[in-house]
Nanobody, 128 residues
Framework: VQLVESGGGLVQPGGSLRLSCAASGFVLDDYSIAWFRQAPGKERKAISCISSSDSRTYYADSVKGRFTISSDNAKNTVYLQMNSLKPEDTAVYYC??????????????????????WGQGTQVTVSS
């Protein structure tokens, strides 16, 4: 299993970026892909998740209404469209995968330990 993020960069407040997570070694249909982010000095937190088998998505309150997660299973790639970016969105963004859906019937998987495969991360900086 390999995950490679891309699309990070420097953007002004209010701007947009689209992150990509290219997966190899497994089929997206059977896995959930989550986006986490980690700001300097803070813990890594889940912000979004998508699972194709049950068509569920998850968004943290901090990004709901501004970020959109999607998947292109033909390309084995998951995207995170980020709009109306704020300085507090500045962080390293990671995608992660595991062999389960985002939702287990009781709660969404949002802990770092819930995902066994990780990308290397991509830096997003929101600043004027």
């Amino acid at each position: 299993v390999q995950l490679v993020e891309s699309g990070g960069g420097l953007v002004q407040p209010g701007g947009s970026l689209r992150l990509s997570c290219a997966a190899s070694g497994f089929v997206l249909d059977d896995y959930s892909i989550a986006w986490f982010r980690q700001a300097p000095g803070k813990e890594r937190k889940a912000i979004s998740c998508i699972s194709s088998s049950d068509s569920r998505t998850y968004y943290a309150d901090s990004v709901k209404g501004r970020f959109t997660i999607s998947s292109d299973n033909a390309k084995n790639t998951v995207y995170l469209q980020m709009n109306s970016l704020k300085p507090e969105d500045t962080a390293v963004y990671y995608c992660a995968a595991d062999y389960h859906n985002c939702y287990n019937g009781e709660y969404y998987y949002t802990s770092v330990g819930d995902f066994g495969s990780w990308g290397q991360g991509t830096q997003v900086t929101v600043s004027s």
